[in-house]
């Protein structure tokens, strides 16, 4: 049985400054030109004890003609970058129904409702089958713990099982040449990458690390994760 690990110190005070934000409503920033409103509660793109979604933001640049499937969407920043980026398709969904109603208000918010879909899921349960893209985003919880406030749902992953049922169900989801960009920090143990690493060689996908950072005490990766059998199938041609 794996031992329970502790919720990191930067962590728990992100989780006072999320609730602290929550108790003075909606409010708004300005990130690169774009501007967002944060609802209670719903993971804000910029923070002193994160920097996942700002990150992930600068790493999505021409995605001219794509089709983008961004997961997790929280206020819909990383869609709307999308979108901005040329995709010429983005669909953004949440488990949250506050998330969901937080995002399609900034879609608005920036004139993109033509291009950006929102809807409420949990990872892939309400995204058609049929439907494939070119490229999937997720900026998932990354402290495993079993127990916390439900409110806080965006960063905490018990077990690690939302990290489980994406690099099962991803690849269903794009094209063959498609790839997933994802963010991660060991901010409970060095390990951490490794799990992480691991989980997805399980699910037969390959990855690339395509930027690290030093910050608050912790590294910070993006990952792009792209499917080893088709990408092993193409060297040998």
Known sequence: MRKKLPIPRITR???????????????RISSN?????????????ESSFSNSSR???LTIRNLSGKTVLDIGTGTGILAIKAALAGARLV?????????VKCARHN?????????????????????????????????PPIVDYSGGDSRFFSLLDPNFSFHDRLFSNACKYLV??????????????????????????????NFKIV?????????WRIYNFFQALKVKAGLND
Not at 33 to 45: A, G, K, L, N
Not at 109 to 115: I, R
Not at 179 to 205: G, P, Y
Not at 211 to 219: A, I, K, V, Y
Request: aromatic share 10%; with cysteine.
């Open 13 to 27: 005070a992100f989780m006072k400054d999320i609730e602290s934000n929550a108790a003075k409503g909606v409010y």
């Open 33 to 45: 030109r774009i501007s967002i409103d944060v609802f209670p509660f719903v993971f804000p793109p």
């Open 55 to 57: 990150s992930l933001f």
């Open 91 to 99: 669909e953004a969904v949440d488990i949250s129904a506050e998330a």
């Open 107 to 139: 879609v608005k918010l920036n004139g993109l409702s033509k291009k950006i879909r929102v809807f409420q899921s949990d990872l892939f349960s309400k995204v058609p089958k049929s439907r494939k893209y070119d490229l999937i985003i997720a900026n």
């Open 176 to 205: 063959p040449e498609g790839s997933m960009l994802l963010c991660h920090a060991n901010l409970q143990k060095k390990s951490s990458f490794k799990r992480l690493e691991r989980l997805a060689l399980q699910n037969c996908w």
């Open 211 to 219: 930027e690290r950072q030093d910050s608050l005490g912790f590294e």
